[in-house]
């Protein structure tokens, strides 16, 4: 007999790519053994009918330095709440406030907290211009110091990879400057690179060209100028920079890069996920590889609200389900360096298992991206718990500002 087993529910793997009826068992906070409807007993059972049983969500996006940065969000109201096992905060924090990031959010959360350190000392934590201040806002000894910390994921580990962000507002004249040492100290330390893209300059092409295999473009499918496809008429107006002629095929560079082992993440935040670009990528091949949202304080009610909702999104794009569950696990846990650990229905790995409603309906309302564009949907999943290391936590939903709890 195992100490709890999830039964009842539809086992739903994107290694395998399969969903099909099973039950799970778990001992030690990890997975035991997978197998069929019930043949497995556990001392305590998890009621699973209806649902698909996956592994755990990661998010490989989010901002969680909550009461230290303008962003700051608590990662147990974008994780185990919305039904996400892992958190990974995107360069909130640099190497200046690792330890009281790691100290203060990442040992009391329920939720797996996981981090990309910035490039800049300072993160987040003085405003939105990190990299702005030139060489003095990089202390490239300490970063690489804290990347060489404890890997351990039964405590706070050392940081999985270098975020970078690569959009003018951001750099001031730094130029690519800061990507070039986030690449050196990454490429010494065997981590990847997050970098985000949004407004030139730099330009795009200029920024994959640095970039190398296991690295990740986050926004990539934003609806700004110098995206994926270059621009071929003036930008007439209209939502939020999406408008405008495109080439048909994406920047030779995007191409390149995508061979060389470069990853597209979604990053859908407040302003970086037009459906327009996404539905023209698709037609010319190009996939996302992870499916992260950005969250943060200031689009938690919209236009991002969750993990799930951003699935919802890849669904109506016409994207498989587990093709879209794979966005979400074990594309993430090869990112991050974890296959294996998360993001996987093996035995031997961590217990972190989401539990999901498929309604294969429309949603009652359209679906709306950062530019404000709408798509009728094609199913949603609904969070209804989680397994965190063998440990059930239901969902509980977001409340709106200025809105009664239920």
Same mark, same amino acid.
């Not at 986030?182 to 330390?189: G, Q, R, T």
């Not at 979400?328 to 991050?336: H, N």
């Given at each position: ?36 409807? !019930? ?15 996956? /592994? ?10 909550? !009461? ?155 609806? @700004? /100028? ?7 008429? /003036? ?14 095929? /994406? ?61 919802? @999104? ?22 991050? !360096? ?11 790995? #961590? ?40 440990? #059930? ?14």
């Amino acid at each position: 007999m195992y100490e709890l087993v999830i039964t009842g529910g539809r086992l739903a793997d994107p290694e395998r790519g399969t969903v099909e009826p099973g039950d799970l068992a778990v001992c030690d906070g990890r997975i035991a053994r997978t197998g069929p409807p !019930g043949t497995l007993q556990g001392a305590e059972t998890v009621e699973a009918t209806g649902l698909l049983v996956a /592994p755990g969500l990661i998010d490989l996006h989010t901002h969680v330095y909550a !009461g230290r940065t303008y962003l700051g969000v608590e990662p147990d109201t974008i994780g185990v709440d919305q039904g996400v096992t892992t958190v990974v905060d995107a360069g909130s924090c640099g190497s200046d406030d690792w330890a009281h990031f790691a100290r203060q959010i990442v040992a009391p959360a329920r939720t797996r907290v996981l981090n990309w350190l910035n490039i800049s000392r300072h993160g987040l934590v003085q405003g939105n211009s990190e990299l702005a201040g030139g060489p003095a806002d990089i202390d490239a000894a300490a970063t690489g110091a804290l990347l060489d910390g404890t890997p351990d994921l039964e405590g706070p580990p050392a940081p999985r990879g270098i975020k970078v962000r690569m959009s003018r507002s951001v750099l001031g004249g730094s130029g690519l400057a800061p990507l070039r040492t986030a690449k050196e100290v990454a490429d010494a330390h065997g981590v990847p690179v997050m970098v985000h893209v949004g407004n030139e300059p730099p330009a795009l092409g200029d920024v994959l060209d640095l970039l190398g295999p296991g690295d990740v473009v986050t926004h990539a499918f934003h609806g @700004k /100028p110098g995206g994926l496809f270059a621009r071929t008429a /003036p930008e007439p107006g209209g939502e939020g920079g999406g408008g405008g002629e495109y080439a048909a095929t /994406p920047l030779p560079q995007v191409r390149a890069a995508l061979e060389r082992g470069v990853r597209l993440d979604v990053g859908h935040g407040s302003a970086s996920f037009a459906f327009a670009t996404a539905e023209r990528a698709l037609s010319a091949g190009i996939r996302p590889y992870t499916a992260s949202t950005d969250l943060h304080n200031r689009n938690l009610h919209g236009p991002v609200h969750s993990l799930t909702a951003i699935l919802d @999104k890849l669904l109506a794009l016409g994207m498989p389900l587990t093709e879209v569950l794979a966005c979400v696990t074990s594309r993430p846990a090869e990112v991050l !360096g974890l296959a294996g650990e998360l993001g996987t229905l093996r035995p031997g790995a #961590f217990a972190d298992i989401s539990l999901l409603r498929l309604r294969e309906e429309q949603p009652s309302h359209p679906l709306t991206d950062a530019t404000g564009a709408h798509r009728e949907g094609a199913g949603s999943l609904v969070a209804h718990g989680v397994l965190r290391a063998g440990r #059930f936590h239901p969902v509980r939903p977001t409340t709106p500002p200025g809105e009664a709890a239920a």
